[in-house]
């Protein structure tokens, strides 16, 4: 069984940065493609940015693209995602997912995942 565990979330002034972090367990974890995805209140969940299994392919939403970076350390198990010039806008339920890579394009579909995280609340003050 594979647990994700967001955390990282938090209040933060519109104009800010911070900073996500997800870990997974296993030793499969270098297998994985991870995604994060977010909730805004009352909207439906969403794609935000994606990484393969190596680290070296990257996408993300249109909406982020500009400002945030998703990266991966599999030495400590872990994706971050930094987001900068936080929008009120971005306020949302940040989760994490993992799949396992299909050596494929990178999905950007809910269901493409199999393991999520119980999400990491984001606040952004205007």
């Known amino acids: 069984q594979v647990q994700v565990i967001e955390s990282g979330g938090g209040l933060v002034q519109a104009g800010g940065s911070l900073r996500l972090s997800c870990t997974a367990s296993?030793?499969?974890?270098?297998?994985?493609?991870m995604g994060w995805f977010r909730q805004g209140p009352g909207k439906d969940r969403r794609f935000v940015a994606a990484?393969?299994?190596?680290?070296?392919?990257?996408y993300y939403a249109d909406f982020v693209r500009e400002r945030s970076t998703i990266s991966r350390e599999s030495a400590k198990n872990t994706v971050y995602l930094e987001i900068n010039n936080l929008k009120p806008e971005d306020t949302a339920v940040y989760f994490c997912?993992?799949?396992?890579?299909?050596?494929?394009?990178?999905?950007?579909?809910?269901?493409?995942?199999?393991?999520w995280g119980q999400g990491t609340q984001v606040t952004v003050s205007s």
């Open positions: 997912a993992a799949r396992l890579s299909s050596l494929a394009a990178l999905k950007i579909e809910e269901y493409e995942y199999d393991h």
């Open positions: 296993g030793r499969t974890f270098s297998r994985f493609d």
């Open positions: 990484i393969d299994w190596s680290g070296g392919d990257t």
